[in-house]
């Protein structure tokens, strides 16, 4: 099973690769975390990943693809792997392809704006545990009290409204592009081309799950 797992942030594709990797025993693999393995093993790609991001700059496409590349050589993902948050550009896209990272499936996990909102907005925490409410979904006990200790509750600063609702601004012009890139190309019938799948976001954690898992069997 060769994923890429595309969606909103919020949209619960995190949720989702969770799922996805137990039953099929793959590696996700995040950008991020090869980013960071590779400048701390002194890796070629990791000494010039870090030159361009000590200088502030974003790591060029060929650097990340080149990571992706030897990620995928190692042996956990013998029987396959997923992408969450990766590719985010048609241009990423394109390398991608031009590079041979085979695909079998592109999974879109659809939810509407206002639903994530809805879902990030509401969250508070207990900073001390970590422990996460909702205030409509999974409230505390008491308004505003952690169960356990009686302590306040906070909202992070990337969970209001206004900052959820930029990185969805960000989503629908950079990458969203990519749901009709892969989706033509999936039926285009050229060879190699994936096959695409869109499921609804909304509901029961368990019946997405199920949803992503017969959408991935045919």
Not at 33 to 49: P, Q, T
Not at 108 to 136: L, N, Q
Not at 158 to 176: C, S
Not at 184 to 208: F, N
Request: hydrophobic residues 40%; proline residues 5%.
């Amino acid at each position: 099973m060769r994923l890429i797992l595309l969606g909103a942030p919020g949209a619960g594709k995190g949720t989702q690769a969770n799922f996805i990797k137990e039953k099929y025993n793959i590696p996700q693999i995040s950008t991020g975390d090869m980013l960071r393995a590779a400048i701390k093993a002194g890796s070629e790609l990791g000494l010039a990943a870090k030159k361009v991001m000590d200088a502030g700059g974003l790591v060029s496409d060929d650097i990340i693809i080149g990571l992706v590349k030897d990620r995928l050589t190692q042996p956990d993902c013998a029987h396959g792997y997923l992408f969450d948050g990766f590719p985010r550009t048609i241009a990423q896209a394109d390398a991608m392809k031009d590079s041979g990272v085979a695909v079998d499936y592109v999974l879109e996990i659809a939810v509407p704006d206002e639903s994530i909102i809805e879902r990030i907005d509401g969250r508070r925490c207990h900073p001390g545990s970590g422990r996460v409410y909702h205030v409509k979904f999974n409230p505390p006990k008491v308004e505003g009290k952690d169960d356990v200790t009686g302590e306040d509750l906070v909202q992070r600063d990337d969970d209001k409204a206004e900052v959820v609702k930029k990185r969805l601004d960000v989503y629908h012009n950079q990458t969203e592009v990519l749901l009709g890139y892969y989706n033509d190309w999936a039926q285009s019938g050229q060879a190699g081309a994936p096959k695409y799948r869109r499921i609804e976001g909304v509901g029961p954690v368990e019946e997405i799950r199920d949803a992503a898992f017969a959408a991935l069997s045919k």
